[in-house]
């Protein structure tokens, strides 16, 4: 079983920063991926960026290249989304999800979801 906990969102102005982290417990952190995900209002969940067990990052949506990033720090069981240039339809929740089984791929654990708007 693993624990995700998450913190960090909130309301910021168009163009400023944000960071996310999510804490995890429970099996040993360094041994699987981590992902985020958001969903919009009216839309559904979907991948933003993964950090593989190694450090390897993989992005899945155009929108967020440059801009977000993720990292993790292995010591504090955490991973961090870091956003940059946040404009208002990065609005959403966000989620973070733990890969822990093979095939990859499957997020069979997850966050409560933290909200962050971004206003124009």
């Known amino acids: 079983q693993v624990r995700l906990v998450e913190s960090g969102g909130g309301l910021v102005q168009a163009g400023h920063s944000l960071r996310l982290s999510c804490t995890a417990s429970?099996?040993?952190?360094?041994?699987?991926?981590m992902a985020w995900f958001r969903q919009a209002p009216g839309k559904e969940r979907a991948i933003l960026i993964r950090i593989g067990r190694s450090g390897g990052i993989s992005y899945y949506q155009d929108s967020v290249k440059g801009r977000f990033t993720i990292s993790r720090d292995n010591a504090k069981n955490t991973v961090y989304l870091q956003m940059n240039s946040l404009k208002p339809e990065d609005t959403a929740v966000y989620y973070c999800?733990?890969?822990?089984?093979?095939?990859?791929?499957?997020?069979?654990?997850w966050g409560q979801g933290t909200q962050v708007t971004v206003s124009s």
């Open positions: 999800a733990a890969d822990t089984r093979l095939p990859d791929g499957q997020y069979d654990y």
């Open positions: 429970g099996r040993t952190f360094s041994n699987y991926a």
